[in-house]
């Protein structure tokens, strides 16, 4: 019996292994060390946070935004006896990992060394603590981001908008925690972006050019990486994002600095640009240092007062009342020149930065190729047509790998043409005599025996030789791999349509709910309890974002059931053709009108009659035995999603039988023969689909199953006992 887990998985696991065990040999002599800093930090942290950390965190984190009315309806609390104590040791724990981690790593370094992971030459002490104090900076940036700006305008809209809607925000100590760490972690590293794409760049290990010509990827991965990771709302999300856009553009600016002085360094000499610039560069730094002096010494100061006025509001430590600085015991005046002096030496560096790497840039030429040289011409910058008429010298020095690199970055822009016409052109220069060409007895080339694309074409024969119809069919590989793919690139094509229909349904209901429509609910389920008991009904949010979650789960669910009619639909020719369905199309056009008919009634009834009148009898019945409810939003949304939704998929359930039963899909004998398998099925998803427990499983699965028998029994009269059968299904195409 083979092992469950591939070769190459076991190598890395057992790779990791060693390497660990490695390093913990090569660090075993200071190992005491190590756990004297773990302890230190997890035990200061404990400390820290019983002695005033989390007053200081409710205080700039959460309410520092909040109006007084947002601030009484807002809490945090403790939802098990021991829900403070395990979190102060948890992230203790965790401290004191990060703190002796990189120690570990020290100590261990000739182990490491060892088995390849750290660099066999000696690393100046000063170029590691200068990469430590950047990484470290960087990351208390955004951290300090997330600190000042991010929490407090994020948790001020997101208790607003529950408090709006009539929900308690009552967050979870433990869950409110959590959610602020991961998203202070993931703003620190995401701080890193310009350190790490200096290093990929600057190694060669991922070029410069691919960061700057998939800025576009860049863009949308952040925008996706920002809606993982933030709250599930268009205000957030743009919080998130556009700093890590600018981060990018600068990370950009660097990586090109630092791979041109790598690539270009001995032909520049900083000292020469500073003695041919330095009027340019000395007028920078007056002009800057005189216009920061100019700033902190007249009337003009009261605009940055002004700007900082402006931003106070958002920020728990700036307070708007900014004075002209006075530090180190100096006077206004000579502070202000201190200033002038760091402002302008900024400047002076900024202005010296440009004109070497314009330098550079010009001095950038491969060895050997002087400017005007043919075979100095950038091929990448060159368009399609100008590939045509490019000399050829510029193709004689090209490698086959290299013709290959550049076909590959012009495809990686949606350029095709300008690929092939690459190929083509070193084809056609090599043709007489490349290192891979070869002379036959009648003086002709092997290369004539290939197709005319080239290399890519000879290449992709090659491949597909090995997938001919000769050798594999669909019973091979499965045919419901075939049936499958063909049914989905059948669906391609109407994506359009099923996609605009999914997405015009879920921003609807999001709406709806998002602008007030999930209080409304509420207050119509509560609005059936004595006047005197309404108040003693609280439905809290133990996550910061829990009820935006709910709302965008509903929303998906919804349009997921709008999009289904539809899809089956599109997708009945292509299934008929695989002989995987029969019967009359057309009855899925009836199928998906009764579907939203029995969604409108459905929920109708459950809206205005069964969930108001159940709710109210259980938070009746709990009021009267003196409980205080305080029900989670999750729980109290789905009960109405199953009390309103619910039932118009239940009523779905027989209308859906008959209908397929009509058009001749499936017709009833089918459905009773196998009713034992389907009533299984529905037990067993519903035990999937409702991890909370036994009874949950039930209080699904049975009313499902009962649907499902009443639909049988509808059937069996309309059938007269199964006598009368529908029409002719057909026969499936070959």
């Given at each position: 019996m083979s092992s469950a887990i591939d070769e190459d998985t076991v190598r890395t696991v057992q790779s990791g292994r060693e390497t660990l065990g490695a390093m913990l040999g090569a660090a075993q002599s200071n190992l005491q060390k190590v756990f004297i800093v773990f302890v230190a930090g997890m035990i200061g942290t404990i400390l820290a946070l019983q002695y005033g950390v989390w007053d200081r965190l409710r205080?700039?984190?959460?309410?520092?935004?909040?109006?007084?009315?947002?601030?009484?309806?807002?809490?945090?609390?403790?939802?098990?006896?021991?829900?403070?104590?395990?979190?102060?040791?948890?992230?203790?724990?965790?401290?004191?990992?990060?703190?002796?981690?990189?120690?570990?790593?020290?100590?261990?370094?000739?182990?490491?060394?060892?088995?390849?992971?750290?660099?066999?030459?000696?690393?100046?002490?000063?170029k590691g603590a200068l990469f430590v104090v950047i990484s470290l900076g960087l990351f208390a940036v955004g951290a300090g981001y997330a600190y000042e700006l991010f929490f407090p305008i994020m948790f001020n809209f997101l208790a607003g908008n529950a408090s709006a809607a009539g929900f308690s925000p009552q967050y979870s100590i433990v869950k409110w925690f959590q959610f602020v760490f991961l998203l202070t972690v993931s703003f620190g590293l995401a701080a890193q972006l310009p350190l790490m794409m200096t290093i990929l760049s600057y190694t060669g290990i991922v070029p410069y050019e691919t960061f700057r010509e998939k800025w576009r990827w860049a863009v949308v991965a952040i925008f996706v990486f920002g809606a993982l990771f933030s709250p599930p709302d268009p205000f957030t999300q743009i919080m998130w994002a556009l700093p890590l856009c600018g981060l990018y553009a600068i990370s950009l600016a660097l990586s090109k600095l630092a791979v041109t002085i790598k690539r270009s360094g001995e032909l520049v000499s900083t000292r020469r640009v500073a003695r041919e610039r330095w009027n340019v560069v000395l007028g920078a730094a007056v002009a800057a240092g005189g216009a920061a002096y100019f700033l902190l010494t007249s009337a003009a100061f009261r605009y940055i007062q002004a700007a900082e006025a402006y931003v106070a509001p958002y920020s728990g430590s700036i307070k708007g009342n900014l004075a002209r600085p006075a530090l180190f015991g100096l006077s206004t005046g000579e502070t202000a020149a201190l200033f002038g002096v760091a402002v302008g030496s900024l400047a002076a560096l900024l202005a010296l930065y440009y004109y070497v790497l314009q330098a550079l840039e010009e001095s950038a030429v491969p060895a050997g190729r002087q400017h005007g040289d043919p075979t100095a011409i950038d091929i990448d910058e060159l368009s399609a047509s100008a590939i045509g008429v490019a000399p050829e010298e510029a193709f004689e020095v090209m490698t086959e790998e290299e013709a290959l690199g550049h076909a590959d970055r012009a495809l990686s822009n949606d350029d095709q043409e300008k690929a092939q016409a690459i190929l083509d052109r070193w084809d056609a220069v090599h043709e007489d005599g490349g290192p891979e060409t070869a002379t036959d007895d009648g003086g002709e080339t092997a290369a004539t025996e290939a197709d005319d694309g080239g290399i890519l074409a000879s290449t992709t024969a090659g491949m597909a030789d090995a997938f001919t119809e000769e050798e594999t069919t669909e019973d091979d590989i499965g045919g419901y791999y075939y049936d499958i793919r063909f049914i989905?690139?059948?669906?391609?094509?109407?994506?359009?349509?099923?996609?605009?229909?999914?997405?015009?349904?879920?921003?609807?209901?999001?709406?709806?709910?998002?602008?007030?429509?999930?209080?409304?609910?509420?207050?119509?389920?509560?609005?059936?309890?004595?006047?005197?008991?309404?108040?003693?009904?609280?439905?809290?949010?133990?996550?910061?974002?829990?009820?935006?979650?709910?709302?965008?789960?509903?929303?998906t669910i919804i349009g997921a059931v709008s999009v289904v009619p539809l899809v089956a639909y599109f997708a009945w020719p292509a299934m008929k053709d695989r002989g995987l369905v029969g019967g009359d199309r057309k009855i899925l056009l009836v199928w998906g009108g009764s579907l939203f008919g029995a969604l409108i009634v459905g929920s109708l009834v459950g809206f205005l009659y069964v969930a108001p009148v159940t709710i109210s009898a259980i938070a009746r019945d709990q009021l009267q035995a003196n409980m205080v409810i305080s029900y989670r939003i999750s729980s109290f949304g789905w009960l109405v999603f199953f009390l309103t939704v619910g039932i118009g998929l239940l009523a779905e359930i027989p209308i859906t039988m008959f209908l397929f039963h009509r058009g001749g899909i499936v017709p009833f004998s089918v459905m009773f023969e196998r009713w034992r398998e389907v009533v299984i099925a529905i037990v067993a998803l519903s035990a999937i689909l409702s991890p909370k427990g036994i009874f949950t499983m039930f209080l699904v699965g049975i009313p499902v199953s009962l649907a499902y028998l009443f639909g049988l029994a509808i059937l069996w009269v309309y059938t007269l006992g199964g006598r009368r059968t529908p029409k002719s299904r057909g026969e499936p195409a070959d």
């Amino acid at each position: 019996m083979s092992s469950a887990i591939d070769e190459d998985t076991v190598r890395t696991v057992q790779s990791g292994r060693e390497t660990l065990g490695a390093m913990l040999g090569a660090a075993q002599s200071n190992l005491q060390k190590v756990f004297i800093v773990f302890v230190a930090g997890m035990i200061g942290t404990i400390l820290a946070l019983q002695y005033g950390v989390w007053d200081r965190l409710r205080t700039d984190l959460l309410y520092s935004q909040m109006d007084l009315t947002t601030q009484q309806a807002t809490s945090i609390v403790a939802i098990t006896p021991f829900d403070v104590i395990l979190l102060q040791v948890k992230i203790g724990a965790v401290i004191g990992i990060l703190l002796s981690l990189p120690l570990l790593v020290y100590f261990g370094r000739d182990g490491l060394r060892r088995r390849g992971w750290w660099p066999a030459q000696h690393i100046p002490a000063w170029k590691g603590a200068l990469f430590v104090v950047i990484s470290l900076g960087l990351f208390a940036v955004g951290a300090g981001y997330a600190y000042e700006l991010f929490f407090p305008i994020m948790f001020n809209f997101l208790a607003g908008n529950a408090s709006a809607a009539g929900f308690s925000p009552q967050y979870s100590i433990v869950k409110w925690f959590q959610f602020v760490f991961l998203l202070t972690v993931s703003f620190g590293l995401a701080a890193q972006l310009p350190l790490m794409m200096t290093i990929l760049s600057y190694t060669g290990i991922v070029p410069y050019e691919t960061f700057r010509e998939k800025w576009r990827w860049a863009v949308v991965a952040i925008f996706v990486f920002g809606a993982l990771f933030s709250p599930p709302d268009p205000f957030t999300q743009i919080m998130w994002a556009l700093p890590l856009c600018g981060l990018y553009a600068i990370s950009l600016a660097l990586s090109k600095l630092a791979v041109t002085i790598k690539r270009s360094g001995e032909l520049v000499s900083t000292r020469r640009v500073a003695r041919e610039r330095w009027n340019v560069v000395l007028g920078a730094a007056v002009a800057a240092g005189g216009a920061a002096y100019f700033l902190l010494t007249s009337a003009a100061f009261r605009y940055i007062q002004a700007a900082e006025a402006y931003v106070a509001p958002y920020s728990g430590s700036i307070k708007g009342n900014l004075a002209r600085p006075a530090l180190f015991g100096l006077s206004t005046g000579e502070t202000a020149a201190l200033f002038g002096v760091a402002v302008g030496s900024l400047a002076a560096l900024l202005a010296l930065y440009y004109y070497v790497l314009q330098a550079l840039e010009e001095s950038a030429v491969p060895a050997g190729r002087q400017h005007g040289d043919p075979t100095a011409i950038d091929i990448d910058e060159l368009s399609a047509s100008a590939i045509g008429v490019a000399p050829e010298e510029a193709f004689e020095v090209m490698t086959e790998e290299e013709a290959l690199g550049h076909a590959d970055r012009a495809l990686s822009n949606d350029d095709q043409e300008k690929a092939q016409a690459i190929l083509d052109r070193w084809d056609a220069v090599h043709e007489d005599g490349g290192p891979e060409t070869a002379t036959d007895d009648g003086g002709e080339t092997a290369a004539t025996e290939a197709d005319d694309g080239g290399i890519l074409a000879s290449t992709t024969a090659g491949m597909a030789d090995a997938f001919t119809e000769e050798e594999t069919t669909e019973d091979d590989i499965g045919g419901y791999y075939y049936d499958i793919r063909f049914i989905l690139d059948s669906l391609l094509s109407k994506a359009f349509w099923i996609m605009g229909i999914f997405g015009a349904v879920l921003a609807g209901v999001f709406l709806f709910l998002y602008q007030g429509g999930i209080g409304a609910i509420r207050e119509v389920f509560v609005g059936r309890l004595p006047e005197g008991m309404r108040a003693g009904v609280n439905i809290v949010t133990l996550h910061p974002v829990e009820h935006l979650v709910f709302i965008v789960k509903f929303s998906t669910i919804i349009g997921a059931v709008s999009v289904v009619p539809l899809v089956a639909y599109f997708a009945w020719p292509a299934m008929k053709d695989r002989g995987l369905v029969g019967g009359d199309r057309k009855i899925l056009l009836v199928w998906g009108g009764s579907l939203f008919g029995a969604l409108i009634v459905g929920s109708l009834v459950g809206f205005l009659y069964v969930a108001p009148v159940t709710i109210s009898a259980i938070a009746r019945d709990q009021l009267q035995a003196n409980m205080v409810i305080s029900y989670r939003i999750s729980s109290f949304g789905w009960l109405v999603f199953f009390l309103t939704v619910g039932i118009g998929l239940l009523a779905e359930i027989p209308i859906t039988m008959f209908l397929f039963h009509r058009g001749g899909i499936v017709p009833f004998s089918v459905m009773f023969e196998r009713w034992r398998e389907v009533v299984i099925a529905i037990v067993a998803l519903s035990a999937i689909l409702s991890p909370k427990g036994i009874f949950t499983m039930f209080l699904v699965g049975i009313p499902v199953s009962l649907a499902y028998l009443f639909g049988l029994a509808i059937l069996w009269v309309y059938t007269l006992g199964g006598r009368r059968t529908p029409k002719s299904r057909g026969e499936p195409a070959d």
